[in-house]
């Protein structure tokens, strides 16, 4: 027994290692070539044959040539074990593409981004410009800068969303777009003729009317002599120009912290109309949003003098006005991505 054996052995195992093609031929090679039958294992038995000195050294080499064979499975069994694995992932995966009849088609804005935009050039074609703020607030601009300070019960009303920030109930998903008002009335010098649209979010039950996370725009107006008769001139000549002729109005009277006089305003329902049904609640009208007068304590919270300046504010969901429009029963089918109901806008 030599060198050159040991190393003939080593070889022709690691030939026979390498060329295994599977997990299951790697392990038949592992006995074949490390086993207790193979060729490197009878080198063992010779040992006993040589001198002390010389059964030392040959020892070693056999144990050398034993762990090269040894690392090069283990190698091996790594690299057989992820390619088994890359094949059978794609044995087993599942094509879930959608693959819609016909030729593709170009995708579009949602029916809400559509009626937003076709409202802001509404209003914007009345002499409105448009700002927008953060859907992150403060306690500060969402409540008590509108007239709603701590413990007040129009809080109750908002079922709001709190962040786990800064002071307990410091911070919110916006309730309203409302507080953009009071962010352009601390930027901007009065004259200001603005609107403010984006989204809101309460902690609302999804009903026929209403969703957790809505889109709302509202407006403001503060001016010299302004009064509620030029408000109620203004949302008769928005709810026209939306709506069209047919569509009749009215307001009722209301309240709201941050506006006083207050009022509602409403439409006849489009589902039933005005006879009623499940999404007027039989009532025959839809309410679209509030209105009235800015509180004096909101223009104090900006430091506008009240005695000077007057103005008025309104709101309502633009989902709900595309509902009324196009006839919709239920909002919530707004947010189902079903393709043939956003097909047809």
Same mark, same amino acid.
């Given at each position: 027994?030599?060198?050159?054996?040991?190393?003939?052995?080593?070889?022709?195992?690691? #030939?026979?290692?390498?060329?295994?093609?599977?997990?299951?031929?790697?392990?038949?090679?592992?006995?074949?070539?490390?086993?207790?039958?193979?060729? %490197?294992? &009878?080198?063992?038995? &010779?040992?006993?044959?040589?001198?002390? $000195? $010389?059964?030392?050294?040959?020892?070693?080499?056999?144990?050398?040539?034993?762990?090269?064979?040894?690392?090069?499975?283990?190698?091996?069994?790594?690299?057989?074990?992820?390619?088994?694995?890359?094949?059978?992932?794609?044995?087993?995966?599942?094509?879930?593409?959608?693959?819609?009849?016909?030729?593709?088609?170009?995708?579009?804005?949602?029916?809400?981004?559509?009626?937003?935009?076709?409202?802001?050039?509404?209003?914007?074609?009345?002499?409105?410009?448009?700002?927008?703020?953060?859907?992150?607030?403060?306690?500060?601009?969402?409540?008590?800068?509108?007239? +709603?300070?701590?413990?007040?019960?129009? &809080?109750?009303?908002?079922?709001?969303?709190?962040?786990?920030?800064?002071?307990?109930?410091?911070?919110?998903?916006?309730?309203?777009?409302?507080?953009?008002?009071?962010?352009?009335?601390?930027?901007?010098?009065?004259? %200001?003729?603005?609107?403010?649209?984006?989204?809101?979010?309460?902690?609302?039950?999804?009903?026929?009317?209403?969703?957790?996370?809505?889109?709302?725009?509202?407006?403001?107006?503060?001016?010299? /002599?302004?009064?509620?008769?030029?408000?109620?001139?203004?949302?008769?000549?928005?709810? &026209?120009?939306?709506?069209?002729?047919?569509?009749?109005?009215?307001?009722?009277?209301?309240?709201?912290?941050?506006?006083?006089?207050?009022?509602?305003?409403?439409?006849?329902?489009?589902?039933?109309?005005?006879?009623?049904?499940?999404?007027? #609640? /039989?009532? /025959?009208?839809?309410?679209? /949003?509030?209105?009235?007068?800015?509180?004096?304590?909101?223009?104090?919270?900006?430091?506008?003098?009240?005695?000077?300046?007057?103005?008025?504010?309104?709101?309502?969901? +633009?989902?709900?006005?595309?509902?009324?429009?196009?006839?919709?029963?239920?909002?919530?089918?707004?947010? $189902?991505?079903?393709?043939?109901? +956003?097909?047809?806008?």
């Amino acid at each position: 027994m030599d060198a050159a054996e040991i190393d003939l052995i080593e070889k022709t195992g690691l #030939s026979r290692i390498e060329s295994a093609a599977s997990l299951d031929d790697l392990r038949a090679a592992e006995t074949e070539v490390l086993g207790k039958k193979s060729a %490197i294992a &009878r080198l063992n038995t &010779r040992l006993g044959s040589l001198s002390p $000195d $010389d059964r030392k050294a040959v020892g070693q080499v056999i144990n050398h040539a034993r762990a090269r064979l040894q690392a090069a499975a283990d190698e091996r069994r790594v690299a057989l074990g992820a390619e088994e694995r890359r094949r059978r992932l794609e044995a087993e995966r599942l094509d879930l593409t959608e693959v819609l009849p016909g030729p593709p088609t170009r995708g579009h804005l949602t029916l809400i981004t559509q009626t937003r935009d076709e409202l802001e050039d509404l209003f914007v074609g009345m002499g409105y410009a448009v700002a927008e703020g953060p859907e992150v607030e403060t306690d500060w601009y969402n409540f008590e800068a509108l007239n +709603i300070p701590k413990a007040h019960p129009a &809080r109750s009303g908002h079922d709001s969303l709190y962040f786990e920030w800064g002071e307990p109930e410091s911070t919110l998903l916006r309730t309203h777009t409302s507080p953009v008002q009071i962010r352009v009335m601390q930027t901007q010098p009065p004259p %200001i003729y603005s609107i403010m649209p984006g989204k809101v979010y309460r902690k609302d039950t999804p009903d026929a009317r209403h969703t957790p996370s809505f889109s709302q725009l509202e407006g403001l107006v503060v001016d010299r /002599g302004i009064t509620f008769g030029d408000m109620a001139g203004t949302i008769d000549t928005f709810t &026209r120009a939306y709506f069209g002729p047919g569509m009749r109005s009215r307001l009722r009277p209301a309240y709201f912290p941050f506006t006083e006089p207050s009022a509602e305003f409403e439409v006849t329902c489009a589902i039933c109309a005005g006879s009623g049904c499940r999404t007027c #609640s /039989g009532t /025959g009208w839809i309410e679209l /949003g509030g209105c009235g007068m800015v509180h004096p304590n909101v223009f104090a919270a900006v430091g506008l003098d009240a005695e000077e300046w007057s103005g008025f504010a309104f709101g309502f969901g +633009i989902d709900r006005l595309a509902q009324m429009r196009h006839g919709i029963a239920d909002m919530r089918v707004l947010l $189902d991505n079903d393709i043939r109901f +956003i097909g047809q806008f």
